[in-house]
Nanobody, 122 residues
């Protein structure tokens, strides 16, 4: 059964970096996205990549985060640089059957991982 499994979360100080991974076996051709949910806030789209390799980012992370995928070893990555305390959240990867999607809206995604926690201290 295809599933999404995130890893790579942790605790860092502001200005530091983390790289999140999401094992995405069984999701070839899907649009893939990273979302996050901070305590007391709604889940928000962070960065997405479609099956053509096009990408989209939330304004709050542009220039700091980079999304990439390895199709040979089906894995989705999120390189996070210059982290800020506001980036603290549970991060989820998600997949949409419509592989051309490049949307940051969670309603457009069909499959979800369990999440990995990122904590950034000041």
């Amino acid at each position: 059964q295809a599933q999404l499994v995130e890893s790579g979360g942790g605790s860092v100080t502001a200005g530091g970096s983390l790289r999140l991974s999401c094992a995405a076996s069984g999701f070839a051709g899907y649009s893939l996205c990273w979302f996050r949910r901070a305590p007391g806030k709604q889940r928000e789209g962070v960065a997405c990549i479609n099956n053509r390799g096009s990408t989209a980012y939330a304004d709050s992370v542009k220039g700091r985060f980079l999304i990439a995928k390895d199709n040979a070893n089906p894995t989705l990555y999120l390189q996070m640089n210059d982290l800020k305390p506001d980036d603290s959240a549970m991060y989820f990867c998600a997949a949409a059957r419509a592989g051309w999607y490049l949307t940051l809206h969670e309603k457009d995604y069909d499959y979800w991982g369990q999440g990995t926690q990122v904590t950034v201290s000041s």
